[in-house]
T-cell receptor
Framework: SAVISQKPSRDICQRGTSLTIQCQVDSQVTMMFWYRQQPGQSLTLIATANQGSEATYESGFVIDKFPISRPNLTFSTLTVSNMSPEDSSIYLC?????????????FGPGTRLTVL | AQSVTQLDSQVPVFEEAPVELRCNYSSSVSVYLFWYVQYPNQGLQLLLKYLSGSTLVKGINGFEAEFNKSQTSFHLRKPSVHISDTAEYFCAVTPLDTGGGNKLTFGTGTQLKVEL
């Protein structure tokens, strides 16, 4: 299994500002994912982050709003840009050690973001 | 595309009673199925997964789930619950062997509340 930490664990931000969330894994992994969990709703995949290439975004999410970095096999960041109250959510990163659909995905504890 | 329906948003149950959390899915392709649990202020933890073979899958903490292809269901069960099982439970699916990792589609979650 993989141990995943996220920073910050929570934050309260002002409208129009940006926040960068860090995700650190205790072992090298191939796939890293970023999810959003809006209040009272399920998890929605934002993007897949692979080391050495640009992130792949899901429908409804764009790089200008959610830029992602993946500088190595144990670390990734997600930035929430020009925030509005609608961005208030829990943001979770997850990792996989393999490339196939049978691999277990491990999740971090999440970053709880409140935008005023 | 895939979708997952968890009809019960909340399930109250008394300690030591049995419980079933329902999950139905829709997909035009074959899928793998997962159940995750989220304890308060923690990340998601994998309970069990169905990839192939026996349709009855046993997971951690005494949980099991049965895959029913004809009914497109993957209900989670436990014969006797404990207070510590109080948590949010998410059903998820991913298409078989996409080669791009597990792009999980989650249901909206079921809050299991175990009472004394």
């Amino acid at each position: 299994s993989a141990v995943i930490s996220q920073k910050p664990s929570r934050d309260i931000c002002q409208r129009g500002t940006s926040l960068t969330i860090q995700c650190q894994v205790d072992s090298q992994v191939t796939m890293m994912f970023w999810y959003r969990q809006q209040p009272g709703q399920s998890l929605t995949l934002i993007a897949t982050a692979n080391q050495g290439s640009e992130a792949t975004y899901e429908s409804g999410f764009v790089i200008d709003k959610f830029p992602i970095s993946r500088p190595n096999l144990t670390f990734s960041t997600l930035t929430v840009s020009n925030m509005s109250p609608e961005d208030s959510s829990i943001y979770l990163c997850s990792v996989e050690s393999g490339w196939t659909s049978t691999d277990t995905q491990y999740f971090g504890p999440g970053t709880r973001l409140t935008v005023l | 595309a895939q979708s997952v329906t968890q009809l019960d948003s909340q399930v109250p149950v008394f300690e030591e009673a049995p419980v079933e959390l329902r999950c139905n899915y829709s997909s035009s392709v074959s899928v793998y199925l997962f159940w995750y649990v989220q304890y308060p202020n923690q990340g998601l933890q994998l309970l069990l997964k169905y990839l192939s073979g026996s349709t009855l899958v046993k997971g951690i903490n005494g949980f099991e789930a049965e895959f029913n292809k004809s009914q497109t269901s993957f209900h989670l069960r436990k014969p006797s619950v404990h207070i510590s099982d109080t948590a949010e439970y998410f059903c998820a699916v991913t298409p078989l062997d996409t080669g791009g990792g597990n792009k999980l589609t989650f249901g909206t979650g079921t809050q299991l509340k175990v009472e004394l």
